[in-house]
């Protein structure tokens, strides 16, 4: 896929020109000359470097990894993310339902991103990550934005949960990252990061076990590009098979806030796969 770096949003033109330099300093290259990290003979993903931390790369490993990432949703998850990825050198684009929501501009202003429209986030991004309630989805992917994510790299982390978080409105023989690939029939889907409570995103070693960060998705390409952003976060990044397994990631969540708040287990939990 090729890179655009000449879509900007309004107020980060410099960072987003041909040769610009990402936050971390490195020359911001192609997404084109994106390569896998970290993947073992048989694609099974794997993890490197510090505890709880950004995996320990040379510039040169990491100037190729460096993309533009737009993010519809500034809320727990997408605020979060959108601090990290910026911490690790993307250029970050975020949305929210309005340019007035206070959450975007508090949440552009800790990550060093850039708030603009959902738009403008959806053309900039090489990856764009949709972080807005399930319910809001059909809004948030108005004709515009379903435009602009033709042929890229799109990243559902919703839950269609109701509203006191304790069921599912759809499951079974659906999902919701299938009803986004409806919504977005020439985009590349891929359910990820929703098995992951919003604070921890920031921290993917808990009490010493690194969270698996399951990732569905029917294109090889943008499911491999999900998971390296994945082992990037400092996950363990799983593929777990096509994009209709999200019908078994969406209820894990479920679980989480079953254990959160019935169980009394508090925020700071998340799953592992143990295995041989
Ligand atoms: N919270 C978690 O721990 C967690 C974990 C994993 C996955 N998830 C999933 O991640 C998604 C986001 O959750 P969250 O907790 O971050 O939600 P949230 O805090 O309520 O934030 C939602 C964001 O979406 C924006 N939004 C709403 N309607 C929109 C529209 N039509 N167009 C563009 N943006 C719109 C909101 O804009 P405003 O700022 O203008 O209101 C807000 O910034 C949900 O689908 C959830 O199921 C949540």
């Known amino acids: 896929m090729a890179a655009r770096r000449g879509a900007a949003p309004a107020g980060r033109a410099a960072r987003a020109a041909p040769g610009a330099r990402g936050a971390a300093g490195q020359r911001r290259a192609g997404v084109g000359a994106h390569r896998p990290l970290n993947v073992r003979a048989g694609g099974r993903a794997t993890v490197s470097g510090r505890a709880g931390g950004v ?12 993309m533009n990432i737009g993010i519809i949703g500034a809320g727990n998850v997408g605020s979060v993310l959108a601090r990290r990825l910026n911490e690790l050198g993307h250029s970050v684009a975020i949305a929210a339902s309005s340019t007035e929501s206070p959450r975007l501009a508090s949440a552009a202003a800790a990550a060093g991103a850039t708030a603009t429209t959902a738009v403008k986030a959806a053309s900039y991004g090489d990856v764009v990550i ?69 604070p921890n995103h920031a921290r993917p070693v808990l009490g010493g076990v690194r969270q698996s960060l399951p990732v569905a998705g029917d294109d090889p390409v943008a499911k491999r590009r999900v998971l390296d952003l994945g082992t990037e976060l400092g996950f363990e990044a799983i593929d777990v098979g096509p994009l209709s397994t999200a019908r078994y990631l969406e209820p894990v969540t479920g679980l989480l806030m079953q254990l959160g708040h019935r169980q009394a287990l508090g925020g700071e939990i998340g799953f592992a796969l143990a295995r041989d």
């Open 130 to 198: 949709l972080a807005v309630p399930f319910t809001a989805m059909e809004a948030a992917l108005n004709s515009d934005v379903v435009g602009a994510v033709a042929g890229k790299t799109v990243v559902d982390v919703s839950n269609p949960l109701t509203e006191d978080l304790m069921a599912l409105e759809i499951g079974h023989t659906t999902s919701a990252a299938e009803a986004v690939a409806g919504l977005l029939p020439e985009a590349r889907v891929v359910k990820a990061f929703n098995t992951v409570l919003a």
């Open 55 to 66: 995996p320990a790369r040379s510039a040169d490993d990491r100037k190729d990894l460096l």
